[in-house]
Nanobody, 122 residues
């Protein structure tokens, strides 16, 4: 059975940083495209960053500007480094993947973590 686990959420002040990690059980993340999504209060869930099996990265413009967020991976986990956080980044963050999911194709992956809460406020 596949399960994804996100850790690293919490509270931060505007301008601060947090690093999220995503680990998988029952699944080897090597060669999979893996995405980070978030759901802000009263908003639709949105994809914000994705990394391919070949380490090519995609970002939504709101986190790409000024290089605020960065997605990376090693052979065990996928990370989301979040810098220069803004109150608008307050959301539940999810990692997601499945063997047929591709960053370039959009859509929604099959496997999701339970989410980790990030709150940005002064």
């Amino acid at each position: 059975q596949v399960h994804l686990v996100e850790i690293g959420g919490g509270s931060a002040q505007p301008g601060g940083s947090l690093r999220l990690s995503c680990a998988a059980g029952g699944l080897t993340l090597d060669n999979f495209d893996i995405a980070w999504f978030r759901q802000r209060p009263e908003k639709e869930r949105e994809g914000i960053a994705c990394i391919t099996g070949n380490d090519y990265t995609y970002y939504v413009s709101s986190v790409k500007e000024r290089g605020r967020f960065s997605i990376s991976r090693d052979n065990r986990k996928v990370y989301l480094q979040m810098n220069n956080l803004e109150p608008e980044d307050t959301a539940t963050y999810y990692c997601a993947t499945d063997p047929t999911y591709h960053c370039s194709g959009g859509g929604k992956p099959k496997y999701w973590g339970q989410g980790t809460q990030v709150t940005v406020s002064s």
